[in-house]
């Protein structure tokens, strides 16, 4: 069974940073797309990054500029790096690792944007 563990959120301030980490209980590369979604209260869950296993990148229009995705293969990990952040961006984040009719989730991680 795949796990993804997220780590690294937090209670932050507007125009802050953080870096959000998951790690995979398996070779990444294994999937075909991994990403991270978020869930707000009373939202639906949204993509807000991803990476395939080409390493191509995609961003939803409210994060884009301001978060990164990147990986390292040797780790297991894929890392989202946030900047410049807003209260808008307050929500749980979840790992997400896609393979062909399969879909695994991580727990989630928290990130509060507030002053």
């Known amino acids: 069974q795949v796990q993804l563990v997220e780590s690294g959120g937090g209670l932050v301030q507007p125009g802050g940073s953080l870096r959000l980490s998951c790690v995979a209980s398996?070779?990444?590369?294994?999937?075909?797309?991994m990403g991270w979604y978020r869930q707000a209260p009373g939202e639906q869950r949204e993509l807000v990054a991803s990476?395939?296993?080409?390493?191509?990148?995609k961003y939803s229009d409210s994060v884009k500029g301001r978060f990164t995705i990147f990986r390292n293969g040797a780790e297991k990990t894929v890392w989202l790096q946030m900047s410049s952040l807003n209260p808008e961006d307050t929500a749980v984040y979840y790992c997400?690792?896609?393979?062909?009719?399969?879909?695994?989730w991580g727990q989630g991680t928290q990130v509060t944007v507030s002053s």
């Open positions: 997400n690792a896609q393979m062909i009719r399969r879909n695994y």
């Open positions: 990476i395939n296993v080409g390493g191509v990148t």
């Open positions: 398996e070779n990444i590369f294994n999937f075909n797309t």
